[in-house]
């Protein structure tokens, strides 16, 4: 049962979220088309997680509306997430990627070979029979990776997929994401570094402390930000 | 010590008396554990998933009956089926499935306590990412209890050895009638206080080999599932 509509334009509509006294978003208005990776990127704090899981549908604004292709009520189907502390199912890596299969109504026939193929997308297919939890933390990272993108979504969201992965695996993990990105899928992905906003985005959404202070494209961001927020964040000064 | 002796050669002779209370104490007691995983595993996962008011209060009763006292299940049970309580019609009271009731009933809060409990954990843990993976309520419940089931096996394994080691209620219920109810904790407590001494040792002996079976097996599943699923 999959809706024939689009789960894009992803937007928020004066968005504000919060846990007691705590702001954590602050009126948000954003709106994020299909094309090249959306970007959220901000200090620790900022509010990236909290955004990504309100994208996702796993948390409701406190206030205002978050939409998908102008439905609010849309659910998860079209959508997938990758956390940045990835959850693994107590099972094997690749019926973790099967797992993800079924649910996305892969039908049975096919899941095997699709497990295969997709293990063998991240390098993970010499570990195939491993438990999914004894893998490395960058190898956990790259499995919930390939269970995402076998839901096939229209939009993939992903929590700073690359914070603590060395450089060899980033450019690993960011090849298969670019990949993603250039087969049709909408990547919305919170980082905290600009080599990989230079690397990957076609937009910057940069957030300090819930508010959003800029939302434009990639090469505007950097050469020309526009608040003294994203200036100080691109000379690489510290914002607090 | 020629108790001892005797007693193994009942053992060892295979005596039929001996035997036959051997496999219906286990009959019993594997048909109470798998009554009581039937009900206590959906009930356990419920109570881990749900919410609502009074919850805790029906945690909080739920594990203080892990430790109910098997005499007080069997008078209960006892009263329910007795000719004049409200299952006399049935005629049960004295028979075997008189004791596998009463030991499901025993058995019951231990698994879905621990039942619980293991998936409500997990839960913790599964919450968003199944949330995120569209999954429903009923496939919740079974993948929480697909994969917590080695923690659950040492759950069933724990309600095992408590129903085979227990004798109230199936003293109360059962009657310990020669031939037909007797079981090998009910068997040991008449023979010892008649003074048949070889027949209670050889019955206490085939008990305790089967306690650290179970024990064994615990631990072993535990080993085994610690490699194949983390
Ligand atoms: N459930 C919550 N209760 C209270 N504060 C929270 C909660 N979730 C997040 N926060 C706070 O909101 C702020 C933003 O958090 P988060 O979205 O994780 O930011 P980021 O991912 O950019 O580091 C942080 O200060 C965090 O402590
Ligand atoms: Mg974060």
Redesign the pocket.
């Known amino acids: 049962m999959r809706a024939a509509a689009s789960d894009l334009p992803l937007a928020f509509d004066d968005v504000s979220l919060t846990?007691?006294a705590?702001t954590?978003l602050d009126r948000v208005n954003l709106t994020i088309g299909p094309g090249a990776p959306t970007l959220i990127l901000?200090?620790?704090?900022?509010?990236?997680?909290?955004?990504l899981r309100l994208c996702m549908g796993l948390a409701e604004p406190s206030t205002g509306a978050v939409s998908w292709g102008g439905r609010a009520d849309a659910g998860p189907e079209r959508r997938a997430i990758l956390f940045?502390k990835p959850v693994m199912l107590r099972r094997s890596a690749a019926a973790n990627v099967a797992y993800g299969l079924a649910q996305a109504g892969c039908p049975r026939g096919l899941r095997t070979r699709r497990t295969e193929e997709l293990l063998d997308r991240v390098g993970l297919s010499a570990l195939a029979s491993r438990p999914a939890r004894r893998l490395s933390g960058g190898e956990q990272q790259r499995l919930a990776l390939a269970r995402a993108l076998g839901r096939q979504p229209e939009i993939l969201l992903l929590?700073?997929p690359t914070a603590s992965l060395d450089p060899a695996a980033t450019r690993f993990v960011e090849e298969i994401i670019l990949d993603a990105a250039r087969s049709g899928t909408k990547i919305v992905m919170?980082s905290h570094d600009l080599g990989q906003v230079r690397r990957l985005a076609g937009d910057v959404v940069f957030?300090v402390r819930?508010r959003l202070f800029e939302h434009a494209a990639a090469s505007d961001f950097l050469d020309r930000p526009a608040t003294p927020q994203a200036a100080a964040f691109v000379r690489g000064d510290l914002v607090l | 010590m020629s108790e001892t002796v005797s007693a193994w050669q009942l053992i060892a002779s295979g005596d039929a008396t001996l035997f036959a209370i051997v496999r219906l104490s286990l009959a019993v007691s594997l048909s109470a554990v798998a009554i009581a995983l039937v009900v206590g595993l959906p009930l356990g996962a419920m109570l881990a998933l749900m919410r609502f008011p009074g919850r805790s209060a029906v945690v909080v009763v739920l594990n203080g009956f892990m430790g109910l006292p098997p005499v007080v299940v069997g008078l209960t049970v006892y009263l329910l089926l007795s000719r004049s309580g409200p299952l006399g019609e049935l005629g049960l009271l004295f028979t075997p499935t008189a004791m596998v009731i009463a030991q499901a009933l025993l058995v019951l809060p231990i698994i879905a306590a621990l039942t619980r409990q293991t998936v409500e954990d997990l839960w913790l843990e599964y919450r968003e990412e199944l949330t995120a993976m569209g999954v429903g309520p009923a496939g919740q419940v079974a993948t929480l209890l697909w994969d917590s089931r080695f923690s659950l096996v040492t759950a069933l394994l724990a309600g095992f050895g408590r129903a085979a080691a227990e004798v109230g209620t199936v003293m109360i219920v059962g009657g310990n009638i020669d031939g037909f109810t007797r079981t090998m904790t009910t068997t040991i407590a008449l023979e010892t206080s008649k003074g048949n001494l070889p027949l209670a040792m050889g019955l206490g002996l085939i008990l305790i080999f089967l306690i650290l079976l179970i024990n064994a097996a615990a631990w072993g599943v535990r080993l085994w599932s610690e490699q194949r699923a983390g």
Request: no cysteine; hydrophobic share 25%.
């Open positions: 846990a007691g705590t954590i901000g200090p620790n704090g900022s509010g990236k997680t909290s955004l940045q929590d700073e919170a957030l819930g």
